[in-house]
């Protein structure tokens, strides 16, 4: 744009010394034009050419409107040169408009490529057979391929325009010299004796050639980056001297390449010396206690975010939410040295003025403002404004990353309104689905789920009512579940209400029906599940379950064990569950920090009494995070179970298959008799997981060890163990629905143990 301005302003420029020298003598400012005359223009019309102009019959002649004129004609793209000339003729005055104009190419040719199709180089430089020649786009055109090669790993590609075939013949010929595509084979690191080559590996986006995985082609820009990137990440762990380059190491034939990065650490500075400068709100001896920073440890960067981000934190909850804190490196004498000062401007304390909602359109006020727990006329808290998003985040009532909570000055000195915006998702799906796994063989699903459901949203007519206007807005999930397969069938309605009567009691109830056969018998249950839940503080939950089922032992097979003659036929069960929960976990569906703990015990009544006793802990550390915020996660799981006395067959613990012991059946671990389980009344389960990311964020590895057994009384007579490896990944089109690869390894087992190396998980939904 700016080279075509200033060619225009030098055409203009042209285009006026010609005027000027024009016979006649002085400039005719001011005369009317008798005539316009056209000259040059064969393929663009007088009519096109004379609609551009506002010098015309009858005007007065002004150089302004010369230049005017020059370039409205020239913006039409159809000329190569405008002259407009002022001459003396017996009608009077005649402007005399020369053009030239632009050609059309003739024809568009590519001589040596083969790894790209015409028409996509074409598509690439926007320049086609029949167009009018920018000679501009046209040479510019070479650059724009070469690039392309080189995007797609032709390092060594070249590409030239025929410059006198263009001219005599307007007929672009571009001759492309592909050269070999180079991919990076090796990527090593010298010099690096402080951090090791696999954590400086995670900051560069360069990645050797893995089949499917990692295309691993050779981007010069991207290496130059990748150079910055190794730089600042030595800069933040404290090497503020270091210098790295590169050298590339390419093979004979031009297509492998190693790629080798030099660097020179130089040494890692240490805090001299910490001050906090500005602080009057809080004793500074109650802040350098929460801080990292100290004389004599390695500055990094990271170090101070941290002390920032708890300075923060700490002025945040005492409505302090404009503090401001700079930190200021200080270069010392000492060699390898520096002092740290953090800056710190307090400002003024906020109080809430009023809290308002905006967003939701469909859900009520109260099931946003009730997951707040924030008040007009308290201090602003930032930690509670963190807690109140994460929770309505958890709703899944809203867009990811919509829900946002601002803190808006007012005319009211030291107050703030609190600003909730927030973005409805679809919360009504009628799902139509098919699952698959090691566990339960093939699984249909048909179901219908609203997740904001209001059973008082009663339609006002059939037409609402079936355009999905009912029945919505009060935060309380309905749903119906039909899923016949070939191993079990499942069919229930459920329902939840998170907070009863806009109590802090949540109520849930599920009515249902259950088949599955087993080894000798046939399994069916049907029944309803009630029960209640009351948040004793932010991440722990009390609950208590209700059971009321029958469970029909059938089609006992002859020879079935005595546990399981025992209860064949109909068996009526009533239970009570009581329990509590703490999680503090960062996700449902993919946790990365945090933990969940939960203990319960269960009274039932059925032929034979029973007493069940669970805990059940899940903890989570992520152990590394790279460039692309994917975190490598490692996960330990344990359960434990109990029934002391001797509980139906039915009631009993099993273990083995995806979600349990890996490497084994499902329920293949524990007592069996004549090829059946028979559960037992003890279980205990230990295990440890480890995720990292493989290729970009819906693909994950996974090693596992699985450990555990199942007893018929309080014991650990046996033991199993298993090794594994597997892999987990997202389809985006199926939404977050985590599909599961494994590979288990039994390595201590029992005799009559049923093994399975291959297991794995797949729920899809269409």
Avoid at 692 to 707: A, M, Q, R
């Amino acid at each position: 744009m700016l080279l075509a301005t200033v060619g225009l302003a030098l055409m203009a420029m042209v285009s006026g010394l010609v005027i000027a020298g024009a016979p006649g003598g002085a400039e005719p400012a001011g005369e009317k034009i008798a005539r316009v005359v056209l000259r040059g223009n064969v393929r663009v019309t007088a009519h096109k050419i004379l609609g551009q102009m506002r010098l015309r019959e009858g005007s007065l002649y002004t150089p302004a409107a010369v230049d005017e004129d020059l370039k409205r004609i020239y913006s039409l793209g159809e000329f190569d040169n405008i002259v407009l000339r002022p001459e003396k003729g017996p009608e009077g005055l005649v402007l005399v408009v020369e053009l030239t104009e632009r050609p059309a190419l003739e024809r568009l040719v590519f001589e040596g490529n083969r790894h790209f199709k015409e028409k996509d180089l074409a598509a690439a430089i926007g320049v086609t057979a029949g167009s009018l020649i920018d000679r501009h786009k046209v040479f510019a055109a070479a650059r724009t391929l070469e690039r392309k090669y080189h995007d797609a790993g032709y390092h060594f590609a070249a590409v030239s325009l025929d410059e006198d075939l263009l001219a005599k013949s307007r007929i672009a010929r571009y001759a492309i010299t592909e050269g070999p595509r180079v991919r990076v084979r090796r990527i090593l690191f010298t010099g690096n004796a402080s951090i090791p080559a696999w954590e400086l590996g995670k900051q560069i986006e360069t990645k050797t050639y893995f089949i499917i995985f990692t295309p691993g082609l050779f981007d010069e820009d991207q290496l130059s980056r990748d150079v910055t990137a190794l730089r600042n990440y030595y800069v933040e762990q404290g090497f503020l001297d270091v210098k790295v380059g590169r050298e590339l190491e390419f093979s004979p034939d031009k297509t492998h390449l190693t790629v080798r990065f030099l660097v020179d650490e130089g040494p890692r500075y240490k805090v001299r010396s910490v001050a906090l400068e500005g602080v009057q709100r809080f004793a500074p001896s109650y802040l350098e206690k929460q801080m990292d920073l100290a004389p004599g440890k390695p500055y990094t960067a990271e170090i101070v975010r941290h002390d920032i981000e708890t300075l923060r934190e700490n002025y945040g909850e005492v409505g302090y939410i404009d503090v401001f804190i700079r930190p200021v490196v200080d270069f010392t004498d000492a060699p390898g040295q520096v002092d740290v000062a953090l800056r710190v401007e307090e400002h003024t304390p906020v109080k809430i003025g009023e809290i308002r909602v905006e967003g939701n359109r469909l859900t009520q006020d109260k099931v946003v403002r009730r997951e707040l727990r924030l008040f007009p006329e308290e201090w602003v808290n930032t930690k509670l404004i963190d807690r109140a998003k994460r929770r309505l985040e958890g709703l899944g009532l809203f867009k990811p990353g919509s829900v946002q909570i601002t803190a808006l000055p007012t005319a009211r000195e030291g107050t703030s309104d609190v600003l909730v915006r927030v973005e409805e998702t679809e919360t009504t799906n009628l799902i139509l689905g098919a699952g698959i796994s090691s566990n339960s063989g093939v699984l249909g699903n048909l179901s219908l789920v609203n997740r904001n459901f209001d059973g008082a949203d009663w339609p006002k007519s059939w037409q609402q009512f079936w355009k999905g206007e009912s029945f919505r807005g009060a935060g309380q999930t309905f749903q119906i579940v039909l899923e016949p397969g070939t191993e079990l069938q499942r069919y229930r309605v459920d329902f939840r209400e998170p907070h009863v009567l806009d109590s802090d009691i949540s109520f849930s109830s599920s009515l249902f029906y259950f088949e599955r056969g087993r080894e000798t018998y046939d399994e069916q249950r049907v029944g309803l599940n009630f029960g209640f839940g009351k948040e004793i503080r932010e991440d722990l939950q009390g609950f208590v379950n209700f059971r009321l089922e029958n469970v029909n032992i059938g089609s006992v097979e002859r020879g079935a064990p005595k546990d399981v003659l025992d209860v064949e036929g109909s068996n009526g069960l009533a239970s009570v569950e009581v329990g509590v929960v703490k999680d503090t976990t960062d996700s449902f569906l993919f946790p990365t920090e945090g933990y969940r703990l939960l203990g319960s015990v269960e009274q039932g009544v059925s032929s034979s009494a029973f007493t069940k006793f669970v805990v059940d802990g899940k903890k989570y550390w992520t152990v590394t995070r790279d460039v692309l915020d994917r975190r490598s996660v490692l996960g330990m799981h344990g359960r434990l179970g109990f029934i002391p006395g001797d509980a139906p067959i039915f009631e009993r613990f099993f273990a083995g298959g995806q979600g349990s012991l890996r490497g084994f059946e499902f329920r293949g671990v524990g007592p069996r008799e004549r090829h059946t389980a028979l559960g037992g009344d003890f279980l205990a389960l230990a295990s440890s997981e480890y995720q990292f990311p493989i290729c970009e964020k819906n693909l994950s590895g996974v090693l596992f060890l699985d450990t555990g057994t199942v007893e018929r009384n309080l014991s650990l007579s046996t033991w199993r163990a298993s090794v594994g490896v597997g892999i987990r990944f997202t389809v985006p089109f199926f939404g977050p629905v985590p599909f599961a690869l494994d590979f288990g390894f039994p390595i201590m087992k029992n005799k009559d143990d049923k093994t399975e190396i291959f297991s794995f998980s797949i729920g899809t939904s269409f």
